[in-house]
Structure formats: C-alpha cells, structure tokens
C-alpha cells in the first residue's frame, strides 16, 4: 500500500499577473491598479490571495503529509504579495519563508522560492541575469533566473526558479532566447564545486519538454525530466486556443535516483488539477479557472495548473 510517510512534495506554480494595487512608477503595472485596465481592486487581491493560498496548500496531499516543502512561483510584482500569501488563512499554520530579488522585467514580474524552514534551510540566494536581445539588438528586459542553494533535510540542493522569455513574437523566432537561458543554467552549474551536485531545475520556460532549449539542458546528461510523460493532446499544465502545452515543468538531476540514507529519491511528477482549479463549464470546460479571460474578471486562480514532483526522504 502507498505510504505518504517521508514523502515531500516539491512544487511550480505560475501565478498569472500577481500584483499588489499599488502604481509602481518604475514598471508597467499600470493596468493593474484600481483605475487600470484591469480595475485591479484591494477586493479582488484578497480574493487572489485567498484561492492561490488554497491551492498552494492542498499540492500534493495525496502523496505527503503536509503541502509542498518547496514552491518555485511566478508572475508575483514583489515581495508585499508574497508576503500577503504566506499571512494567509491557509498557510499562516506552515513555517513558510521566501527568496526573492526585483529582476529587470518591463512589467515588473519576478520568480520566487517558498521554503518551509522545518525541512529547508537556505545557504546561499543569487540572481542570475539573462543577458538576451530581441530581434533589433537591443536588450531584452526579462526575468532573472533565481538559484538557491541550500540544505533539505540533511542534503544539500541546488535550486534553480526560472520564467523564461515569453513566445509572443513567435516560438521560434524567440526560441534563441530560452536557450540561452539554458546554458545560463549549465554555465552556473560548472561552478558549483560537488561532483555529483543535486539540481531541481523549475519554472515556466515557454517551452515544451521536447523544445530546443530544454533539450540544452537535457543534453548536458544531468538531469531527468519526469514531466515529459505528463503531455497530451488532453492535459498539460496551460490551455492556448484548445492546444495544450507543459510549459511547466520540473527537472531533476540523476542524484535523485540513489537510495543512500540521508538522500532524496524521486518517486512521480504531477500536474496538480483537481476540480476546484477548473472551467466547470462551457467551452473552456477543463481548462485552469483563471483571474482573467482578456480583459473580462473571471475571479479564478491561475492560468496555469501547478505541477510537483514528488521525493522520498531515506533515513
């Protein structure tokens, strides 16, 4: 029989668009404020805050005792809404704590990494830039890459929380972009002074499994990616125009396949859609229930579904 006993769950979660109310004078987050565009009310941030804290905290109860140990998110404006997450009903209880640094992103949207400090701690926190450019030279202003390294239960982990460039002028005429972010990747992990060093790798990419740039990081011969198995014609983590994509997904290095004591095995990766993260009905029936439909306020969760692996402790 399955037992949840020293199974941790580890967990991404793109947040679609989190932001506080505020105006920041200094990125374009200008829609969402109470006059914006979006008319992004303090009624319907808590309404955020309240059903992206509910779902944080039910990933992965089938296979653990408690909700994820680690959750990389992205799309959050700073560290106020985070902030508000962790003071929620739902995760107030849990010994969260966070990493997070402001990157250059035009719209002001950062990567972050919650940690619960009873089975986490957090030795060292860096940004790594990623120096890219559009199509007429110049700079494209995107996420940072947010890398981790710290110590989950008795095991040392390098963590690395990605949002990589986005698709919007085209898959492949952007596809340049995420690959550099993959060997932005692979050129930090050369640094890292351990021979065999255990990589979670995790993040919206813009990519599917098979998409060149994953393919980078595949190539170096490190890392496993459990999510490939999860898309399907039917499933996926996001839904564009009825196509689904994984876009989402979380890679692990070969370390995680060792049963030594005082390790962590990988044991399944998930996409984490239960009823209440869906369109009940209509023609988007199944899809992720999200805040926003274009311009219209649906009051959902995310347009993304949460994914997680999850690992086994050996004592």
Known sequence: MY????????????LENFFDTTDDPYSLDDDFTPKGFRRWTESRFWNKVGKVSKAISKI??????????????????????????????KLRDINYDFVHFDSPDERGI???LIYNQDHFQVFHAETLPLIVANTNGDRDLTRDILYVHGKLHQEDVHVFVNHWPSRREGAEITSYKRVKAAETILQRLEKIDEEFPNCIVMGDFNDDPNSESIQTLMASKQFINPMKSLLS??????????????????????????YEPGTHSFV???????????????????????????????????????VYVVLEEHK
């Open 110 to 112: 950062d990567t972050a």
């Open 3 to 14: 037992s949840s006993k020293d199974k941790y769950t580890v967990a991404f979660y793109n």
């Open 268 to 306: 399944k990766a998930a996409v984490f859609s239960p009823r209440f993260l869906k369109e009940w009905k209509g023609r988007y029936k199944g899809n992720p229930f999200r805040t926003y439909g274009g311009s219209n306020y649906l009051g959902g969760y995310s347009d993304h579904f949460p």
């Open 233 to 258: 014609p039917v499933s996926g983590s996001a839904n564009y125009k009825g196509a689904w994509s994984l876009f989402d997904q979380i890679l692990v290095s070969h370390s995680f396949l060792n």
């Open 60 to 89: 992965g109860l089938d296979d653990s005792d408690i909700p994820p140990v680690l959750v990389g998110i992205a799309e959050v404006e700073n560290k106020t809404v985070i902030r508000a997450l962790l003071k929620s009903k």
